[in-house]
């Protein structure tokens, strides 16, 4: 029950670094061990197939395309566009006043019961496999047409402009 | 296995909403801030994935396998997301020599 408590603080500490890092480079590695920390947690829901798509998909793969593209731009802190002070704090202001309202509405909501791991199973390979592939197979095929739409915009957009260059 | 499934039987549901909502407000508060393009991608996916953990628990809660399926699209949309999003964002650089979001703001009518 404390490694929660551990890790969502953990989680919460690392996410606010994210935001407040002047450096960009930094500021990516500290999503990347933010990211470690919801993989903790998925892994103490016993969401294993989740957990571990979490770790190899977003840690592996988006965060690295992440830091490929700031080591091709050549970001560095100079670089860095700053807002003005009062832009910052009105920001900081407005993202508090939405979790001050996200927070008021579940004081509404009734106490829930505890944690209870009653179907425990469910978010192992084998189970969520057979979910994915019987109830949920269309929506996985129109998932692959996305990725490859994605895929084919993604090169036609960073390509070079032949004509112009 | 079991022992980590019971370390996680006295947390309430409640406080993994009130969790995902600090990091999710965490992540809005980020593309407020910040004038970096790749910056406020990554706050974006700060509050993609506290959306996702939020579905895990739920799904975890009521013991129905649905919630962690969609989180599974929710990560193959994020991955789409990300590749077109720095391609267009190398492309700005490309022609505008920055990642101020400002130098977008001829987009605006």
Redesign the interface.
Known sequence: ?S???LV?FL??FF??M??FTKN?VH??LY?VI??FT?TV???????Q??AV??FI??MG??MV??LF??M??N?NEE?????SNL??I???I???C??AT??GA?RV?E??????????D??LVE??GK??FN??LL??EI?SI??L???I???L??K?DVKKA | MGNIVEQIQGVPLNHYIIFCSIIFAIGVTGVLIRRNVIIIMMSIELMLNSVNLLLAAFSAYRGDPSGQVFVFFVMALAAAEVAVGLAIIIMVYRNTKSLDIESLSKLRW
Do not use: Q, R
Request: proline share 4%; net charge neutral.
């Open positions: 029950m490694v929660f408590y969502a989680a919460i996410a606010l994210t935001i960009p500021s990516v999503l933010t990211f919801l947690h998925y892994i103490l829901l016993n969401a197939f989740l798509v979490n998909v977003y793969a988006i395309l992440f593209v700031m091709l731009l970001l670089a860095e566009p700053v807002k832009v910052k009105m920001g900081a407005a993202g508090m939405l979790l996200l927070l579940f909501i106490p829930s019961n505890e944690m209870v791991a009653a179907h425990a469910i978010g189970n969520l979910v994915l109830e949920f929506p996985f998932s996305l990725l739409a994605a895929m915009g993604a090169v957009l960073a070079k």
